[in-house]
């Protein structure tokens, strides 16, 4: 836990100034890593007051325990949800949880396993925000972190600030801008539709509504890191979870649908393509069942090229050809 007292962060905040950033992080079974999250959000250096909202899905870890902690010592600050159900079996968004509680002038978003490395992250992302009152969202590149080290930096887009365009960011597909790295402004919440949150967790959707006036301002420095997970349920073999993971592939195009409707069909080209990458992508991977990946093929089927459809039956779906082309392919660039 960190060195300071809940007097020591707020000593420097103007009490004339409204709170100005609620945290939104999202926490499930991260005892070993829900630490690192709290400490980088308390040692932010603000002259402004900043709130946590942290919500926990039924941990079944101490990660509770860990909150409570915190939330004993810095009362004023720390302010967890606790649920009793898990809200994502039940297919619930935990953010029409935190949404209704922040009372922030700025929403930041951090999971429960990934953490902040810059004292100044929340000065930096609202200084630059008051300088674009039109836009609602910004972000900035994260390290990714790949077991316990530093591994690269993701989205680093430009050597500069710049504010990107709806259509960059719609086109990135969710990974253009980290949920570690992300700030907009609490008055989009009041343009969210009624189904919002009760689409499939994640932050894309947000980043969709978050650059539909003005874009979404890019912050050139690295503030954050990215904890990439552990292999898990996604890239088990098994049937069960090939099934999940074609749900959830129906769900993120369900999502498309609904955000292009809500969008009077502004956004019809990039859905299309996004929808088409995402198949395309789903029927290659040969961690998916075959039945599974067939089941996706035969459903996107009049939107794939005659090349593809061509691949689908030749290669993509062929293992034996696979595994062949690529001992041919070995042999030839290892001569």
């Known amino acids: 836990m960190i060195n300071k007292t809940e007097k020591d962060i707020i000593k420097n905040w103007n009490r004339d100034i409204p709170l100005m950033v609620s945290i939104n992080c999202v926490a ?20 402004f007051a900043f709130e946590i909202l942290i919500h926990d899905d039924v941990s079944t870890d101490r990660t509770v325990e860990i909150i409570k902690e915190y939330e004993r010592k810095f009362p004023n600050i720390v302010k967890p949800i606790y ?21 922030g002038k700025y929403m930041a978003f951090c999971d429960g396993d990934d953490y902040w490395i810059d004292t100044q992250k929340l000065k ?49 597909g969710g990974e253009f801008c980290p949920t570690v790295s992300l700030m907009f402004r609490s008055r989009l919440i009041s343009d969210f539709p009624e189904w919002f949150t009760t689409i499939i967790p994640g932050d894309y959707p947000v980043q969709i509504m978050g650059s539909v006036n003005g874009g979404a301002l890019y912050i050139d420095r690295c503030m954050s890191v990215y ?9 088990n073999l098994s049937r ?13 195009h369900n999502m498309l649908h609904k955000m292009n409707n809500y969008l009077d069909n502004r956004l019809e080209k990039e859905i299309e393509e996004l ?8 029927i290659k991977r040969r961690a998916i069942d075959i039945d599974i990946r067939d089941e996706v093929f035969n459903i996107y089927r009049d939107i794939f090229s005659k090349k593809q459809k061509l691949l689908w039956y030749l ?9 062949g082309l690529s001992k041919i392919k070995h042999l030839a660039f290892n001569k």
């Not at 069960?240 to 749900?247: A, C, I, L």
């Not at 929808?275 to 789903?282: C, D, G, P």
């Not at 779906?317 to 696979?322: A, C, F, G, S």
């Open 124 to 172: 930096i992302q609202v200084e630059e925000m008051e300088k674009f009152p039109d836009i609602n969202m910004s972000f900035h590149p994260t390290y990714r972190l790949l077991n316990g080290k530093k591994d690269g930096v993701l989205s680093k887009h430009a050597n500069k600030n710049r504010v990107f365009t709806l259509d960059e960011v719609v086109l990135g």
């Open 83 to 103: 649920q009793t159900v898990n809200q994502f079996s039940q297919g619930i968004n935990p953010m029409s949880f935190l949404f209704p509680k922040m009372k």
């Open 275 to 282: 929808i088409y990458n995402s198949s395309l992508a789903f």
């Open 227 to 235: 904890r990439v997970g552990e292999i898990g349920a996604w890239s």
């Open 28 to 47: 499930f079974n991260h005892e070993y890593c829900i630490e690192n999250a709290l400490d980088s959000f308390l040692m932010q250096e603000t002259d």
């Open 315 to 323: 290669l993509y779906r062929n293992q034996d050809l696979h595994n």
């Open 240 to 252: 069960d979870n090939s099934q999940k993971q074609k749900e959830h592939l129906l769900s993120f």
